[in-house]
């Protein structure tokens, strides 16, 4: 078990930029990371995901090219870099940490430690 804070979320208009940060109390390095997403009304939906090791990442379509997922285990933090953002983007940001495989790695279910959420809003 893990505890997980983020930090980082904030008002930012269309087309800029923010990052987001997610520290741990504790060891990560056995961990998958991913941050997910919920905007009101909506179900909560995967963003990006970072393998243990740091080796591979994965996103949402809807991110790719926009967002970037990177992790220190020394540090024992992963940052989500937001770039072009977007009035859709806006959602309560959360980041999680479990054990998932390929087929599972963009799935909640995959992820048994949570963070608390950040929101982030995209508005002009």
């Known amino acids: 078990q893990v505890q997980l804070v983020e930090s980082g979320g904030g008002a930012v208009q269309p087309g800029g930029s923010l990052t987001l940060s997610c520290a741990a109390s504790g060891r990560t390095f056995n961990y998958d990371m991913s941050w997910f997403r919920q905007a009101p009304g909506k179900e909560r939906e995967f963003v990006a995901a970072i393998r243990r090791n740091g080796g591979t990442t994965y996103y949402a379509d809807s991110v790719k090219g926009r967002f970037a997922i990177s992790r220190n285990n020394a540090k024992s933090t992963m940052t989500l870099q937001m770039n072009s953002l977007k009035p859709e983007d806006t959602a309560v940001y959360y980041c999680?940490?479990?054990?998932?495989?390929?087929?599972?790695?963009?799935?909640?279910?995959?992820?048994?430690?949570w963070g608390q959420g950040t929101q982030v809003t995209v508005s002009s």
């Open positions: 999680a940490a479990g054990t998932a495989i390929t087929s599972t790695i963009r799935r909640s279910e995959a992820y048994a430690n």
